[in-house]
């Protein structure tokens, strides 16, 4: 079966730093990947040079089958190469589901007087009733961004990158300012997910890292490590050596 996502020897220097060193990774449909490492290890290096946000030394990207790593990033996004970006940057005003009809209408083209469109996008308004439904979201469809919770923030930025119809979807950080109590609502809504996405997640929170993911791979000082189940990569010393003296905890549940 071909690779959704192909990630080949990709390799990234700042001048004398090499913050990415020949990384290969292969992402298939359905997959629950994450990407771990500690901090500085280059995982949002990696992100940004497998969506187009830095240029690669060397190594190829490939998405279903297309070379893409020189493509800019805008083009990636149109063939569904998605990272869920941070709601912070949008309008703390627009409401959630303004947020949602505005990705729906950019994805199919309407770049001009876009509210104006509103009306006249056949299935628009079933289609974001079912991205709120998704990601629980339907209660605070009406509410201005500015006030969410970081949690429903968050849950926000997965079904805006839903929106735009993705065949691989980067989750960058989705419990990021989440009170640790509550993660399990962000796991909930990740479990209702495409069953056919691919899936890289990238998180500090471990127990949601253990939860969500099939596989994780790890990442130390620019280099792949291991990569491995919850259960191989808690056991494995190698990665306890490299999260040594790091606040995360490796443990699987
Ligand atoms: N634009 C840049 N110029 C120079 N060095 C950089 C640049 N961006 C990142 N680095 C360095 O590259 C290394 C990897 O950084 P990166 O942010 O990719 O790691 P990370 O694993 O995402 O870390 P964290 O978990 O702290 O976010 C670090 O040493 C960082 O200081």
Same mark, same amino acid.
């Not at 020949?22 to 040079?49: D, M, Q, S, W, Y």
């Not at 119809?165 to 209702?192: M, Q, T, Y």
């Not at 890289?200 to 929170?205: A, F, T, W, Y």
């Given at each position: 079966?071909?690779?959704?996502?192909?990630?080949?020897?990709?390799?990234?220097?700042?001048?004398?730093?090499?913050?990415?060193?020949?990384?290969?990774?292969?992402?298939?449909?359905?997959?629950?990947?994450?990407?771990?490492?500690?901090?500085?290890?280059?995982?949002?290096?990696?992100?940004?040079?497998?969506?187009?946000?830095?240029?690669?030394?060397?190594?190829?990207?490939?998405?279903?089958? &297309?070379?893409?790593?020189?493509?800019?990033?805008?083009?990636?996004?149109?063939?569904?190469?998605?990272?869920?970006?941070?709601?912070?940057?949008?309008?703390? +005003?627009?409401?959630?589901?303004?947020?949602?009809?505005?990705?729906?209408?950019?994805?199919?083209?309407?770049?001009?007087?876009? @509210?104006? +469109?509103?009306?006249?996008?056949?299935?628009?308004?079933?289609?974001?009733?079912?991205?709120?439904?998704?990601?629980?979201?339907?209660?605070?469809?009406?509410?201005?961004?500015?006030?969410?919770? /970081?949690?429903?923030?968050?849950?926000? &930025?997965?079904?805006?990158?839903?929106?735009?119809?993705?065949?691989?979807?980067?989750?960058? &950080?989705?419990?990021?300012?989440?009170?640790?109590?509550?993660?399990?609502?962000?796991?909930?809504?990740?479990?209702?997910? !495409?069953?056919?996405?691919?899936?890289?997640?990238?998180?500090?929170?471990?127990?949601?890292? @253990?939860? @969500?993911?099939?596989?994780?791979?790890?990442?130390?000082?620019?280099?792949?490590?291991? +990569?491995?189940?919850?259960? &191989?990569?808690?056991?494995?010393?190698?990665?306890?050596?490299? /999260?040594?003296?790091?606040?995360?905890?490796?443990? !699987?549940?």
């Amino acid at each position: 079966m071909t690779a959704l996502l192909d990630v080949e020897g990709l390799s990234k220097n700042f001048g004398g730093l090499q913050v990415s060193a020949g990384i290969t990774l292969a992402l298939h449909a359905g997959e629950r990947c994450a990407l771990i490492g500690p901090n500085g290890a280059g995982k949002t290096t990696f992100v940004n040079l497998v969506t187009g946000v830095l240029e690669p030394c060397a190594g190829t990207i490939r998405l279903a089958g &297309e070379t893409i790593t020189r493509l800019p990033a805008e083009a990636r996004v149109r063939r569904g190469l998605i990272r869920s970006f941070q709601v912070a940057r949008l309008f703390r +005003s627009m409401t959630v589901r303004e947020h949602l009809e505005l990705a729906v209408l950019e994805r199919e083209g309407h770049t001009h007087r876009l @509210f104006a +469109s509103v009306g006249r996008v056949p299935g628009l308004a079933d289609e974001v009733a079912g991205l709120l439904d998704g990601m629980g979201l339907t209660a605070v469809a009406g509410t201005a961004v500015g006030r969410l919770a /970081y949690g429903q923030q968050r849950l926000l &930025e997965i079904a805006l990158a839903l929106a735009l119809k993705p065949k691989v979807l980067i989750l960058d &950080e989705p419990a990021a300012g989440v009170p640790h109590a509550e993660s399990h609502r962000i796991l909930d809504a990740l479990e209702r997910l !495409p069953p056919d996405l691919a899936v890289l997640m990238i998180e500090h929170d471990m127990d949601l890292v @253990f939860r @969500f993911a099939r596989r994780i791979v790890v990442l130390a000082q620019g280099r792949l490590l291991c +990569s491995g189940t919850a259960r &191989e990569i808690a056991a494995d010393p190698r990665v306890r050596e490299v /999260y040594l003296g790091s606040r995360a905890d490796v443990q !699987p549940h």
